[in-house]
C-alpha cells in the first residue's frame, strides 16, 4: 500500500507593491508566523483570514507536482477556469503554463456593476515542477486588480475611485434616498459620487469650498468648517458617514465615535490615513468598535479604508 506524505496548505498573501513592510507588520500584529517569502509572496502554514495589506489572499493553496508544461496547465483546467498568475521563478516556465489555460478578458467595471461570478484562482510555479495553486482567494479580479471604467469628466479628483469601489464591492445593497454626509469633501469627488446614489440631501464639509459644477448638481448642503467642531445633533439621521480627512488617525476616531455616541448614524466608511508609518495603534482601536473592517481598496495608496455597516437607527 502506498501512503502519501501529507503536503502542507498554506495561506498566501501577495503584498502591495512599496507596502510590503505594511504586511510583514500586520504578521507580527497579529502572531502570524511566515514560512516562505519570495518576492511580494509570502506563504503561512495553515489556514488563515485575508489580511488588511495583502492584494490578495490565497486560500488554502495546494502543492501540484506537474511533470510538464502542458501536464501544469492541464491541473490547473482541472480545478477551474479562471486563473491568475503570480510569476517567482522559472518566469518563461510559467507563462508557457498561463497561455496553455483559459483567457481572461479582464474587463473595466462601471460603478455599481455586479462583480464577477466565476471565481478567480491564483498560482504559482514555486520551482520549476512544483506549482503552489488555489482556486478560493479574497477577489474575483486577477490577483485583486478591480479596474473601472473611468468618469474623466465630472469627478474633481481621483479620489471618487476610493468610494466607487467601496460601494461597489462591499456595500452594493446601499439604497438609494436618505442622508449621507461627507467630512473632508473638497474637491467634491466623494460629494459626486453621493450625489450618483442620489440620497436625498449630502451635506459636505471641508475648511476649503468644493467645486461650483458638484454644488450645481444640487441637494448638496456645504458647510465650510472644520469636521472636528461638527455637532452630530445637529444634522439627524444620517444613513451614510463618510469621511477622506487628512488627519491623524486618532483625530478620526474621536470624530467617529462622537458621532456614534450620538446615535444617529447608521452606517461609516472612513479613509484611515497614515504619515510615514502605519499607526498600527489606532488602527486596531478602529477594529475594536464592533462588526466593523478595515480593507485596503486597489485604489487605497498609504491609507486604507474602514467601514461599519448597519449600526443603530
Ligand atoms: C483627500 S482630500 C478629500 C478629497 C475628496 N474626498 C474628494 O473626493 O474630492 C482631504 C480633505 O480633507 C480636508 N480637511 C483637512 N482637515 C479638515 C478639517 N479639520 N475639517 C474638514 N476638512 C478637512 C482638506 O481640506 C482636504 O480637502
Not at 48 to 63: D, K, N, R
Not at 99 to 107: D, S, T, W
Not at 117 to 138: C, I, K, N, R
Amino acid at each position: 500500500m502506498v501512503y502519501r506524505v501529507p503536503m502542507t496548505i498554506y495561506t498566501g498573501y501577495l503584498a502591495i507593491h512599496k507596502f510590503e513592510k505594511e504586511l510583514e507588520r500586520e504578521f507580527e500584529v497579529r502572531a502570524l508566523t511566515v514560512a516562505h517569502k519570495r518576492d511580494r509572496l509570502y506563504l503561512v502554514e495553515g489556514s488563515h483570514p485575508q489580511l488588511i495589506w495583502a492584494q490578495v489572499t490565497a486560500f488554502g493553496l495546494e502543492s501540484i507536482k506537474i511533470t510538464s508544461i502542458n501536464d501544469g496547465a492541464r491541473r490547473l483546467k482541472e480545478r477551474g477556469r479562471n486563473w491568475a498568475l503570480y510569476t517567482v521563478t522559472n518566469h518563461r516556465r510559467a507563462e508557457l503554463i498561463q497561455e496553455g489555460l483559459p483567457k481572461i478578458k479582464q474587463r473595466t467595471l462601471p460603478f455599481r456593476h455586479q462583480l464577477p461570478s466565476v471565481p478567480m484562482g491564483f498560482w504559482t510555479l514555486w520551482e520549476e515542477d512544483e506549482m503552489l495553486a488555489t482556486q478560493e482567494t479574497s477577489s474575483p479580479f486577477g490577483l485583486g486588480a478591480m479596474e473601472f471604467d473611468e468618469d474623466k469628466v465630472m469627478p474633481p479628483s481621483r479620489a471618487y475611485l476610493k468610494l466607487w469601489e467601496f460601494f461597489t464591492v462591499y456595500a452594493p445593497e446601499a439604497i438609494r434616498g436618505g442622508t449621507a454626509i461627507d467630512v473632508g469633501s473638497c474637491p467634491g469627488g466623494w460629494t459626486w459620487v453621493l450625489r450618483m446614489l442620489e440620497f436625498d440631501r449630502v451635506y459636505s464639509v471641508d475648511k476649503a469650498p468644493i467645486e461650483k459644477r458638484i454644488m450645481d448638481l444640487g441637494n448638496i448642503e456645504f458647510r465650510q468648517e472644520s469636521a472636528f467642531g461638527l455637532d452630530p445633533g445637529a444634522f439627524g439621521p444620517i444613513d451614510w458617514f463618510c469621511s477622506d480627512i487628512i488627519c491623524y488617525p486618532e483625530r478620526l476616531l474621536n470624530l467617529v465615535n462622537r458621532f456614534r455616541a450620538a446615535g444617529t448614524v447608521k452606517n461609516f466608511v472612513c479613509t484611515i490615513k497614515y504619515q510615514a508609518e502605519t499607526d498600527w495603534e489606532e488602527t486596531l482601536k478602529f477594529l475594536e468598535i464592533p462588526g466593523s473592517r478595515i480593507v485596503h481598496l486597489h485604489h487605497n495608496k498609504h491609507e486604507v479604508t474602514w467601514f461599519l455597516k448597519g449600526t443603530n437607527p
